[in-house]
């Protein structure tokens, strides 16, 4: 006898297994047909026997693609995100610069309307904004945990990773300091320190070995790039100890590490290392 089962859910990037134990006279004998989007189709050929009814049905699906660029302190956030996930996934530079900018082509508009990296797709949809991307990939993939379970640190978490977003990097982006024109250092180090110095009384409330208590969370992963654009920026953070302590400690880390803008596939050759 055969007969046709489909499956229809979420399927991760790992392999997924089904099973179904049947206490009649049977087995079933899979045969693996194929897969139309989420819809995933196996037939079963029911054999008689005496013993349990065993149903082992397995999927696959692709691996998440990330549009960014290598100093990109918003690529990077969702980076550190995939990595502390343990998330395998493939890279389509966008060179920010080359050709006047490929986000601004109307091929890369197609992925993100706003014309920013990154943009991620991941789980047959196209995600952008990183702290979108994060939270996805939180509550879709849970573990290890990038929220804290307690509302008030959660909350925390969501304040400084927003002070960093919201309150400082989009002042002293790429787009915007190119409209800045001579005055474009200055006018990046001015909104740094000023972010700086509404951060760094807040993680010394915060803090334990990382920014909120001794667990990593997305206000680590806002906090290392944004420290790495104010050193670019060739603002002074020791100034800020709390800040500098730990990005000290964060940079040590190897998802940190293996994601940082030194070490990536569009990392221009002068500036790997």
Same mark, same amino acid.
């Given at each position: ?109 197609? +992925?993100?309307?706003?014309? /920013? =990296? ?6 047959? &949809?196209?995600? @952008? $904004?990183?702290?979108? %991307? ?86 680590? +992963?806002?906090?290392?790039? /944004? =420290? ?6 060739? &603002?002074?953070? @020791? $100034?800020?100890?709390? %800040? ?30």
């Amino acid at each position: 006898m055969i007969f046709q089962c489909w499956f229809e859910g979420l399927v991760t990037e790992r392999l997924c297994h089904m099973t179904l134990h049947y206490r009649g006279g049977g087995f079933l004998e899979k045969h693996f047909i194929g897969c139309q989007k989420k819809v995933f189709f196996f037939y079963f050929f029911f054999v008689p026997c005496s013993g349990v009814l065993h149903l082992d049905a397995m999927a696959f699906q692709t691996k998440p693609v990330l549009h960014g660029y290598f100093r990109s302190s918003c690529s990077w956030r969702v980076r550190i995100a995939l990595a502390l996930k343990g998330i395998e996934y493939d890279q389509v530079p966008v060179n920010l610069i080359k050709d006047g900018g490929q986000q601004l082509t109307s091929q890369y508009k197609e +992925i993100n309307p706003m014309q /920013q =990296v990154p943009a991620v797709t991941i789980d047959g &949809v196209t995600l @952008s $904004q990183s702290l979108a %991307i994060i939270q996805y990939i939180e509550e879709t993939r849970p573990s290890p945990q990038l929220l804290p379970t307690d509302p008030k640190k959660r909350a925390q978490v969501r304040m400084i990773s927003d002070i960093i977003a919201s309150g400082i990097q989009p002042l002293q982006n790429l787009y915007v300091l190119q409209k800045i024109g001579a005055e474009k250092v200055q006018w990046a180090q001015h909104f740094i320190v000023r972010g700086f110095e509404a951060l760094e009384p807040l993680l010394k409330q915060t803090a334990g070995r990382y920014c909120v208590g001794d667990e990593i969370s997305m206000a680590d +992963i806002c906090l290392v790039p /944004q =420290v790495y654009n104010a050193e670019r920026f060739k &603002v002074d953070v @020791s $100034q800020f100890p709390t %800040i500098k302590r730990l990005n000290q400690t964060l940079l040590e880390i190897d998802a940190f590490k293996e994601s940082h803008p030194s070490c990536q596939p569009d990392t221009p050759s002068d500036l790997k290392s």
